[in-house]
Every structure is written in C-alpha cells, then in structure tokens.
C-alpha cells in the first residue's frame, strides 16, 4: 500500500514541487556525507562529468555515484544539475559528480571546467533506447517535460504506429545526434565511452571498476563488490516495483528491440539514425526471421 501511494504521488505532484523535494533530498544527503562518511583518498579531479542520454541507466549511475563509498574514496559529492538553477553554458560546482548531463559533445566542450577533470558518457544500442523509450513514455515515467503529451498519443496508437512516433520523437529531440557526437568525438583521456550493455552485464563488477579507475576513485576490491551487489539492476528493481506497476528498471535486457521492430520499423529507424547503429559498434540488422524471434541476448 505504501508503495503504491509514493508511486502514485511520484506521478501526480506538480513537478516544481519535485524539484524542491530533490533539492531537499540531494542537500540532506551531502550533509549526512560531510558528516558521518571520512574521506580517505581525495580526487585529483576538480569534477567529474556523467554525460549521457536518456535510456542509458542514468538514474542507477547516479545512485551507485551517489553512494558514500564513493565519497570516501574521492571526497566528491554527488551533484544532480536539474533541481538548481543551473543553466547551460554556466560553470557547475566544483568538487562535485555531476551527474546526470544530457548533452552533446559539442554541447560538453563548451561548458566552463576546471583542470583537471574527468568525464564519462554512456551510450547504448539506439534500437534498444526506442523500445525503452517507447515503455517510459506510455507507462512508467513520471509526469514531466513532454511526457504526458507523447504518453497521450502512444495510448491512442496501436503499438507498431506509437514505436514509429518515438523513433520520430528522437529524432526531434535529438537523441541519435546526441549519440553519434559522442561516439565520433576526439578520443582524449579525459573522457571514457562505457556501454549500458556492459555496465549492466555479466562482466558488470570488471566494468564498474573500469569506470572508477577512469575517474581516478580507487575503491579497493571488496567495497568494489560491494558496492555494485547493492547496485545490482534486479536489486535496483525490486526496490522500486509496486504490485501492478512497471518499473522504471522495467527490462534493460540488450537486444530487446529483435522481439520489437519488424521490417517497416526497422526501416523507419535506418531513415533517421543511418550508419549509427555501425558507428557505435552494435551488430546489424538481420531481417530473418529466425534472427529476430526468441533472442533477448
């Protein structure tokens, strides 16, 4: 029952009101931090930058940077940009995680930084990001931004029609440019490309640890271990899942989009992305049909 209240409260509160209580919550956190966490390594880095795009485990990455293990281990505190007053290109608070940065390449270079920083951006197979996408928008989101707007036509259209819409409403907003910025950029040793797929897979633990040694937090192995187990996605899932609802971890299994598209999508999707799909590396598009049914790998 309560359970269904604060998820039923997630989705009705007016979002400026939101907005104060993560206010609220981000600033109690990084006291309780300063407070009662000992800071036992101190980053070299002035900050570190969690860029990404929508649909790439932003909010779990944000939860495992938040955690006073991190703290301990950096001296930096977690910093969510969206409930301030922060607006782009303005410089974001020093000794922080900032985290989580929708922006382009070019939108991140432009952005005023101390040196020397870290940054990282996560990417994910864009064939995914528009089943996902279409899920969140229909079902699971919380009512902000144009949610509710692209919600009411997705529950109006039979399901093929409302994955044609979100494949367009990427497009618009600029999702897949996002992502191709990204994976052509510079490579420079400030900033790491890591994959969904790799952060919430089997080789998970060896991947985290990666993504904690390109930001310069060195967490021994066992707190290492830890510390993703608490993060784990089925655990993640299960603390937020109410009786009847979709969660907002609804699935996140690599290759969904296979039981999802069929020609006519995937056509409509080559129309927008392109190449992307070669450009990030991800395997392409095989149109038979047993390439297509029963795989979720």
Not at 1 to 19: D, G, I, Q, Y
Not at 256 to 283: S, T
Not at 284 to 292: E, K, L, N, T, V
């Amino acid at each position: 029952m309560m359970k269904r209240a604060v998820t039923f409260t997630k989705h009705h509160t007016p979002n400026s009101l939101r907005v104060v209580a993560r206010r609220v919550m981000s600033e109690t956190h990084n006291t309780r931090l300063r407070i009662s966490v000992p800071v036992e390594s101190r980053s070299e880095f002035g900050n570190i930058y969690h860029c990404t795009i929508r649909k790439t485990a932003s909010q779990w990455v944000k939860a495992l940077f938040s955690d006073p293990v991190v703290y301990r281990y950096s001296g930096l505190l977690p910093y969510d940009p969206r409930p301030y007053k922060w607006r782009y290109p303005e410089a974001l608070p020093p000794n922080r995680v900032v985290s989580s940065l929708f922006i382009s390449y070019k939108g991140f270079m432009n952005l005023p930084k101390p040196d020397p920083y870290r940054a990282f951006f996560v990417l994910r197979d864009p064939r995914d990001i528009v089943v996902s996408g279409y899920f969140s928008y229909r079902s699971s989101h919380t009512a902000m931004g144009d949610v509710l707007q692209v919600r009411k036509v997705l529950q109006e259209k039979p399901f093929k029609e409302g994955l044609l819409h979100v494949i367009d409403h990427l497009a618009a907003k600029g999702t897949f440019r996002s992502l191709r910025s990204w994976a052509t950029a510079p490579k420079t040793e400030a900033i790491g490309l890591f994959r969904y797929e790799d952060l919430t897979g089997e080789q998970q633990l060896e991947e985290v640890g990666r993504l904690m040694r390109h930001c310069g937090i060195p967490i021994p192995p066992s707190e290492l271990a830890a510390l993703v187990s608490r993060y784990s996605f089925s655990t993640m899932r299960r603390r937020v899942e109410a009786p009847g609802s979709v969660s907002h971890y609804r699935k996140g299994k690599s290759g969904d989009w296979r039981n999802h598209f069929d020609d006519d999508v995937y056509e409509a999707f080559a129309a927008e992305v392109g190449d992307l799909v070669e450009v990030l590396g991800y395997p392409p598009y095989d149109p038979s049909p047993g390439a297509r049914l029963g795989q979720d790998s």
